[in-house]
């Protein structure tokens, strides 16, 4: 590990995590590029969280979540190492970026991409827990891929109460006041994400108008008052097909129904969102918002 990141310089740091620092890397004869995470000693994640990453990873092999290349855990050491993601991660690519935006279309393929990584978890047994787009990383051909798995449930879904674990995205209010943990609670989280990736903004902005700070009551109160171009990302004016649209919006408004039970499975996310990929198709010709 020391040989892969010139023994952990810092001019190769590519992320600071909860577990500790990202670096760049490189093994097999400086062939192979990877991310390796090494666990900061004052960081509240430890053996727990270590052995679940690598247990979730190692059982789930799917094109959309993370890959875990190996790992090291000798001397008081902790660390673990992917495939380098060449294009980051989702928000580096929404705001607080110089970065140039992302398509409309690009947008949709992420996030399928990101269902269906949720939809395998899920299918495993296995629920994510709070996910936000610093979750959702991307390699050099776009492909999105579900990421730091170290806080994953494992195991059926059950009315056992579970600690509230997680900062940062927004939290399913039914986990927040009872405690249980189910697929729900990623699809609360998911319909956030969608937010976001729409509106190309955070889940919570004080700098905001008062009505705007709570990125999700701002949105769906402008769906119900027809009002969908005002969270539209600027950017992508003039380029969403209506109907692609106004299907995206509606997946995000059922994924933050407030009880679990209103909201939609993974599976049928996914399908939705497919969906709303065909409407946009090409926009030439076809029925475009061009106020948003």
Known sequence: MKAATNNFNWSLLVDQGAFGPVFRGKLDGRKTEVAIKRRDPNSMHGEDEFHTEIEVSSKILHHNVMPLVGYCYEMGEMILVYSYMAHGCLRDHLYRTKKPPLTWNQRLEICIGAARGLHCLHASQVIYRNLKTTDILLDKEWVAKVTDLALCKTGPSTNEMTRVIGSGGIQDPEYVATGRLTEKSDVYSFGGVLLEVLCARSVLDHTLPKEQVVLVDWALQCKMEGKLSEIVDPY?????????????????????ASEGIHRPAMGDVLLDLELALQAQGTVQGRNVCWNC
């Open 236 to 256: 992508l004016k003039g380029s969403i097909d209506q109907w692609s649209l106004e299907t995206f919006v509606g997946i995000a408004e059922r994924c933050l």
